[in-house]
């Protein structure tokens, strides 16, 4: 009996790539953890912790279009490597600035936009380019099995950089993540997807190309229905990860003990449902799972919004997590079945646009919320902006999604 959570991995391309992905993105996660420790022993500052993280957030804001503009007009593929070259050098670069102990938080800053620039071009290709793999018949499952890999890694790596920074120093860990790039630069190498027909070999200029997509997206009131509902879902769900402190020491009376547990139960709920994506993609279609992460979601923040203990608001938290990554797995993929294949990079661009660009906004609104309010009363807000977003959009979102024209990959495509 076949096993539905590993579809994809019937593909080689799709083996190849996730086999070099995972060693990659551990390495990312261990010096992202190491320049949180470098940050914070230069300047003993948690303002300057913020400023690195608004420095990796704002490319995707800025760039995060470009990127999905090259991938509809140039080769995946080859773009991919480009750019994870690219960071195998920043990377390396940073090892050497900090091994020379010349790194100051200026260069620190210099360095998050040059990585989010990068993170901000290579998104939106990634996504295109999962269909080109798997077909449509296995996209869903690929990006979960993607997703589960993205949060394995954000559990392991951040482990294995704490003992690195312990046991060798902060360089090391960066001068490892420079190797990990090796691993997704040799899979793409390996990997053979056939000529993309639909494209011209002349390029349009990247006015005209964008111009073309939201022209698109202004006329197809799906498409324009769940990239508003991921909108909402960025700026009043994703946002209430920023408040755990709050929850941990405010409501639970807990310190960073409690604020780790809380943490750990979201990406475990993540994680969580990452596998169950896999699992049940090909029983239910996207928009049902769409709108089923939408509503585990809500019912996390009420359960949240009246828990006075540590045990509860730990599930609920779970709960959160699990509903946030059900429901953006499935808007991703809903989204890539629903546009033409010539125009799905761009989309892809405009999906990383609003999922990355929009986090800052969403983080201050429900700071805002809470300091004013208190976090309970921004839990509920958030929870009935979410619930009316959910009731509008379903009237815009048809049960069952138009093709997208990609026909599954061939017996011999597959292996």
Known sequence: MKIAALQALKYRNFRLFIGGQIFSLIGIWGQHMAQSWLVYELT???VWLGIIDAANALPMLLFSLLGGSLADQL???????????????LAAVYAFLVFSDVITIYLIVVLALLGGFLVALEYPIRQAIYIEMVGEEAL??????????????????????????????????????????????????????????TKTRRTVSFRRSMKQVFIYIRE????????VLVAAMTVFGWSFMVMLPVLAKEVLGGGALVLGHLMSAAGLGALMASILVAVVSN??????????????????LLVLTFSRSPLVSTIGVSMAGFGLVLFYVNANSALQRRV????????????????????PFGSTQMGAITDWFGIHTAFVISSAILALSGFLVSRWVPPVPRPAG????????RH
């Open 44 to 46: 003993g500052s948690a």
């Open 340 to 359: 033409p294949h010539e125009l799905r990079g761009r989309v892809m661009g405009v999906y990383a646009l609003i999922f990355g660009g929009m986090r």
């Open 220 to 227: 197809q009131r799906p498409i324009k229905g769940l990239l």
């Open 75 to 89: 080769p995946k593929r080859r773009l991919l490597i480009y750019i994870h070259f690219s960071g195998m050098l």
């Open 283 to 300: 029983m239910f279609a996207p928009r049902t799972l769409v709108f089923t992460g939408l509503h585990a979601f809500i019912l996390s």
């Open 406 to 413: 990609t026909d599954a990959l061939s017996a011999k495509e």
């Open 140 to 197: 869903t499952n690929a990006i979960a099995l993607n997703s589960a890999t993205f949060n394995l890694a954000r559990l392991v790596g951040p482990a294995i950089g704490g003992y690195l920074v312990s046991a060798f120093g902060v360089a090391w860990c960066m001068a490892i993540n420079s190797a990990s790039y090796l691993t997704i630069i040799i899979s793409l190498f390996l990997i053979k997807l056939k000529e993309d027909r």
